[in-house]
């Protein structure tokens, strides 16, 4: 039974002739309330050092969370850090990367290059080997009279040099 208005509006003592009390009765209802009483205090001791747990249990959980925050702070902060440094190096590998593609390029293009030169040497070579084979050929066609008197070329030839040193300078040009 709990002391509370109820038990207490509960409690009747039966008055003897109208003058006296039930001894046994308010002794037993006494008695009673006294138990109560006693355990209600040892309750409230206990509640009051369990009231006292939880606020030290209290302070230490602020104490943890003050701590995780701290730490959480940090591990933030060293991961940023870590990111930043990771994309630098990404960078410098990145400019590494088109230095290196830039210098393969320009090597590329100069051995083209070379080999286009030696290619129009070639080329201009043949053209002058042919040109020389032409003139032997078309000279031994025509002998030379015996009097140096003006030479006479045929009409033909001299537009077919032109024709061929026309075509010489155009590639020359496009160079």
């Known amino acids: 039974m709990a002391l509370d208005a109820e038990y207490f509006d509960s ?7 109208k003058k006296y009390y039930n001894a046994n009765k308010v002794r037993a209802v006494f008695e ?9 205090n040892a309750e409230n001791l206990a509640l009051r050092r369990q009231l006292s747990e939880l606020n030290g249990r209290k302070v230490e959980l602020g104490d943890a969370l003050l701590s995780a925050q701290t730490i959480y ?17 990404a ?7 088109l230095q290196e593609t830039q210098r393969q390029q320009e090597y590329s293009v100069s051995r083209v290059e070379e080999a286009f030169g030696r290619l129009k040497q070639m080329h201009l ?3 002058e ?26 009409e033909d030839l001299e537009e077919k040099l032109g024709a061929i040193a026309d075509q ?3 590639l020359e040009e496009e160079e």
């Open 11 to 17: 409690i009747y003592i039966d008055v003897v002739k």
């Open 32 to 40: 009673d309330i006294r138990r109560q009483a006693e355990a209600l």
């Open 73 to 89: 702070q940090e591990i933030v902060e060293r991961a940023k850090a870590r990111a930043g440094e990771i994309v630098a190096e």
């Open 91 to 97: 960078e410098k590998r990145r400019d590494q990367i």
């Open 125 to 127: 070579d043949s053209i």
């Open 129 to 154: 080997a042919i040109n020389a084979e032409w003139q032997d050929y078309l000279c031994g066609l025509y002998p030379e009279p015996e009097e140096p008197e003006e030479e006479e070329l045929p």
């Open 168 to 170: 010489i300078q155009a």
